[in-house]
């Protein structure tokens, strides 16, 4: 079975961290490029961040310079470390993966990636 699976998402207090993990099942991600995307209820998804298949990496303005994206093929895992989160980085974290294009992150076109994960909750709050 060909899957996603996310975690490391939770309660935090803002200024804090968490790693969020992102681990494949049934297929090796080494020539996926892995994208992060967060969803809040009554708003559309998007993406956050991206590493191609080679580790190149992107980062929306809203967490350039607090996250950053890694990638471990001996783990088949893809982490997402978010510093000095906010109240607006509440939402449900997904990781999705894309073979086409791989080398490259440019736009977070959902339709584009094959895999996706259920998604972790990631709250922020006093």
């Known amino acids: 079975q060909l899957q996603l699976v996310e975690s490391g998402g939770g309660l935090v207090q803002p200024g804090g961290s968490l790693r969020l993990s992102c681990a494949a099942s049934?297929?090796?991600?080494?020539?996926?490029?892995i994208g992060w995307f967060r969803q809040t209820p009554g708003k559309e998804r998007e993406g956050v961040s991206c590493?191609?298949?080679?580790?190149?990496?992107n980062y929306a303005d809203s967490v350039k310079g607090r996250s950053t994206i890694s990638r471990d093929n001996a783990k088949n895992t893809v982490y997402l470390q978010a510093n000095s989160l906010k109240p607006e980085d509440h939402a449900v974290y997904y990781c999705a993966a894309r073979s086409k294009m791989s080398g490259f992150c440019s736009g977070y076109v959902e339709y584009e990636y094959d895999y996706w994960g259920q998604g972790t909750q990631v709250t922020v709050s006093s």
């Open positions: 590493v191609t298949s080679s580790g190149k990496t």
């Open positions: 049934g297929f090796t991600l080494d020539y996926y490029a």
